[in-house]
């Protein structure tokens, strides 16, 4: 069994939260109305090469970098979107559907008696409504709403040591990107959830372990 920890934080989107799907159901959704035949791989392609360069920019709301993103993947693709149907697509995001083992998983974490928390680059009443799709308590909270910054900036990790004090925080996430190089530059323990079973680039994040999804941590950590 692995070293015992007080808090476990998530990443929620890509980790909790299958965003993909969202993504290109909302799109390819939007497109239908618009007459748009639309190439999902190419879309999917497009938003995970633009929202990084959206979010380096000066600070906004999430929901303006989804709107943003959105027209610019469009634009990509040939299809010029409208502000009326981005905003359509970022006012989508509270229903895109959690992963079938997340509920279950996080379920079996916190009745081991770990605290929970999510650590997500979004708006407060965006993951509100994500978040009433699972049926744990989160206690800890930080978005990019509220430390005005985008992971793999270090504000949600700093702010989140400030508020559980001297706690033993493990950090479990999808992304090498935003969540586990940060940790890793902050020396604070993860748990990269490999769900797209990708190659760790050389030279990059060492994560404490890699579990293929939710259910593969809760087994990782024996509960």
């Known amino acids: 069994m692995p070293a015992d920890y007080d808090v476990i934080t998530f990443d929620c989107y890509g980790t909790l939260i299958d965003w993909e799907r969202g993504i290109a159901t909302a799109l390819t959704q939007l497109a239908e109305r618009a007459g748009v035949l639309l190439d999902q791989p190419a879309a999917l392609a497009a938003f995970h090469t633009i929202e990084p360069t959206v979010q380096a920019g000066e600070f906004r709301p999430y929901r303006e970098v989804l709107a943003e993103t959105a027209r610019r993947a469009a634009f990509q693709l040939g299809w010029p979107m409208d502000d009326d149907t981005a905003d359509r697509f970022a006012a989508s995001l509270p229903a895109w559907p959690p992963f079938p083992d997340t509920d279950a998983a996080l379920q079996r974490i916190a009745a081991a008696g770990y605290r929970i928390g999510i650590l997500s680059n979004v708006d407060d009443d965006l993951l509100a409504g994500?978040?009433?799709?699972?049926?744990?308590?989160?206690?800890?909270?930080?978005?990019?709403?509220?430390?005005?910054?985008?992971?793999?900036?270090?504000?949600?990790?700093?702010?989140?040591?400030?508020?559980?004090?001297?706690?033993?925080?493990?950090?479990?996430?999808?992304?090498?990107?935003?969540?586990?190089?940060?940790?890793?530059?902050?020396?604070?323990?993860?748990?990269?959830?490999?769900?797209?079973?990708?190659q760790r680039p050389e030279g990059g994040p060492r994560p404490l372990a890699t579990v293929d999804d939710l259910t593969g941590l809760a087994n990782w950590l024996g509960v």
């Open 130 to 198: 994500s978040l009433a799709q699972f049926s744990v308590e989160v206690p800890i909270i930080v978005t990019a709403q509220q430390v005005r910054s985008y992971k793999p900036a270090h504000g949600h990790f700093l702010a989140t040591r400030e508020r559980i004090g001297g706690l033993r925080w493990l950090h479990a996430a999808q992304s090498l990107f935003h969540d586990i190089a940060p940790a890793a530059e902050l020396g604070l323990p993860a748990v990269w959830v490999n769900r797209k079973h990708e």
